[in-house]
Each structure stands twice: as structure tokens, then as C-alpha cells.
């Protein structure tokens, strides 16, 4: 059989982007992890229900790909990669730049913060042209949350599998709700009921409800021993109701996770606002403008909400969802006017390839020890090359995941859930 030629970015025409956990489903016939073959159900979803547009098949965002391939470059590895660069020019890094590459310890935002929202935005913006294409396709509302409910659980256990604790069959390191994955998850269940069943002016209605939500219950809710309105890492009412819920099965940081699944579905409705921005008639250019004004207001909202509910990521405060909502926002304005709009597209590959096959880029690292192997085979060469050794191993790491990704992607295989 003859081998496929490796897949530039010129020969690459899939339709529509689809989410996080239906990465892949309409890019090159690819291969799958599940086939599925149903007939054709009697009750079907009306698309008018949903606010959504109509799309030519053969259109794709590149833009969304590329986003979502930035995002996991970092989650990836990226990280190190770019401080070891950084570092061939100023080493040590200055504080300003290399505490960009932590999460703020608790009030604040820097750049390592946004890597988690964008996740969950990303997933956010390609739903309405994967569940669009599904309303469109005359799909009933019961198959549809059939296929959302098996991503769910899918995402959750994914989840459990990142955090490295579900093998060990070990009951005190099991825990149920701590992961990106299962934020997603949340994120993903909420956004696709609004989706499926509200217009799109309800939608936008639904996130906003979300935050205010938040807010009050965390501003006028008294935690037993504490009071109402304390914002403090192990005083908030978020930290409390998982102590109180999850017990022992908590990851014991000061992140939290049941009532911030109120955040976590507003930032993905975000997401999925600015997919019906890019799905919808108006010309390139206009959307590009309007998603990098939707991004300003949402900065300027974020901060102004921020002198009475602080950002906070770590329990997903209502000015934080807005205030990197904004910059996601920001980001995508940014990828869409340069790829979409102006056709800039060779620069984004590297990136696209992350992107096309994101749940393996996201689960790999956490099975396989890139660096390790980056060591192993450059270790000999790094030490004759001083600091540029710590450049080529972080490169390494980064680069062995991305040559898979890319045998993967030349041979049409795109992981889906």
C-alpha cells in the first residue's frame, strides 16, 4: 500500500470546526475511535429554536483549529520551550516575565491563567457549527443529548485519567471533580442545553444569569463559621460546598469546582456567542470587528466588576469569566482577521496539528514523559552546548509530541469522543 504524502496546509479543505470532544469528525473523512449508523428519528430538532445560521459544508474556520492548537501547544509543553528561549537572552528571567508562566496565587491575572478559560471558550465557539450541523441534519433532541451525555462521561473520565489517580486504585487519591477535563464537562452539558433549546438572545441572557448568579450566592450566602461576602482561599462559599460535597475525594488546592460550574458554563456560552458571530452572514472583516469589540467590553466589564468581586481564577469569580472572556475573545478576533480574513495561513500549521488532534495532545504528556525521552536522546549533545542544551531538550519534548501529531494528522487520523 502506498504511504499518504504528508498533508500541507494548502491541501487541507475539512468542513466546519467542530468542538473539543468532536475534534476531527468532518476533517478528511478521517478515521475514528467509533462509527456509528442510526436511522433517521421521527422527532427532530428545530434549528429556528437555536439561533443558528446556515453554513456552506465546505467552509471551515481555520481560525478556530489554530486557536485551539495555541492553546494546547501550551498546555503541551509550550511553557518551558519559550522560557528556555527566553532564557538565551535573559537569564534569569525578570519576575514580570517569568511569573507569566505561573497561575497567580490568588487575586490577579497573568498570562498562564488564560490556558484553562481559552480551553473551555474554544470548545464553546465550534458547538454551534457541530450541534448546528446536527440540528440542521434533522437529528432528534434525544439523540443529540444522548451523544452530549456519552461526551460527559467520556470527558469526565478522561478527566480521572489526567490526574494520574484512577489506575492506582487507591481510594484516598481518587478524586471525583479537580480537572480541567471534567470543567469542560460541566462547561460543555450546560452550553449544549442553551443551545439546543434556547434562541440565541437567551443564550446570551443564560451566561450573563450565570454570572450574576455566582456573585450573589458568594457575596450574600454566610459560610457556617465565616459570614457572607468573605473572598478568602479557604473562607469562600465555592470552597465550602466542595469540602461539604466532595469530603475526602477533594485535590485539596484552593481551586474549586461545583459552584464555579456556574463560571465554567458561562465562559463556554462565551464560546459558543462569539461561534454564532462567525457562523452568522455578516462579511469577514465586520465579525472580526465585532468579536475584538465584544472582547474590549467584556475586559472593561471584567475590571470594572472586579472593585466588588475580585478576579479570582481559582474559584472562577464572575469578573474573571468576563475578564478572560475578553481576552479570548481578543485572541480569536486576532487568529480569525489573519488567518480567515486575510488568508495568512502557512505561519498557523504548527499549530493547526496541535489543534486537530487536541485530546491527544492533551492526554499524551500526561502518559508518556516527553521530557524524559528529550533527555535520553539529546543529553550527550545539551552538555557541550551550555544554556542552549536546557532550549534543545525543552524543544525536544515539545517537538517529539508534535512529529506525532503529525504523523497522525498525515494519516487522517483525528481522535473524537
Sequence with gaps: ?????????????????????????????????????????????????????????????????????????????????????????????PPWLGGQFEHTSWIGFDFWDIIMPLFLFIVGVAMPFSIGKRVERGDSRARIYRKVAYRVAVLWVLGMVAQGHLLLFTLGNFQIYSNTLQSIAAGYLIASIALVEMPLRWQAGLAAGLLVVYWALMRFVPVPGVGAGVITPQGNLAMWVDTVILGRFRDGTTYTWILSSLGFGATTLMGVLAGHMLRGPKPKERKA??????????????????????????????????????WCLLLLALFYYVIDVKGYRRWAFFFIVFGMNAIVAYIAPDIIPFRTISRTLFAGLATHLGILGNFLIAAGSVGILWLGLYYMFCKKTFVRI
Excluded: Y
Design 1 to 93: 500500500m502506498t504511504e499518504p504524502r504528508p498533508m500541507g496546509l494548502q491541501s487541507w479543505t475539512p468542513g466546519p470546526p467542530s468542538d473539543f470532544a468532536d475534534i476531527g469528525e468532518n476533517a478528511m473523512n478521517a478515521h475514528s475511535t467509533q462509527v456509528v449508523t442510526e436511522s433517521m428519528p421521527a422527532e427532530r430538532a428545530k434549528p429556528a429554536s437555536t439561533g443558528l445560521h446556515a453554513v456552506a459544508a465546505s467552509e471551515r474556520v481555520v481560525s478556530v483549529d489554530a486557536l485551539r492548537g495555541f492553546d494546547m501547544f501550551w498546555i503541551a509543553g509550550g511553557a518551558p520551550f519559550v522560557m528556555e528561549f527566553f532564557k538565551l537572552f535573559a537569564n534569569p528571567l
Design 289 to 326: 470587528l465585532l468579536l475584538a469589540a465584544s472582547g474590549l467590553a467584556c475586559l472593561f466589564a471584567g475590571w470594572l466588576w472586579s472593585f466588588e468581586f475580585p478576579i479570582i481564577k481559582h474559584i472562577w469569580t464572575s469578573s474573571m469569566v468576563l475578564w478572560s472572556g475578553g
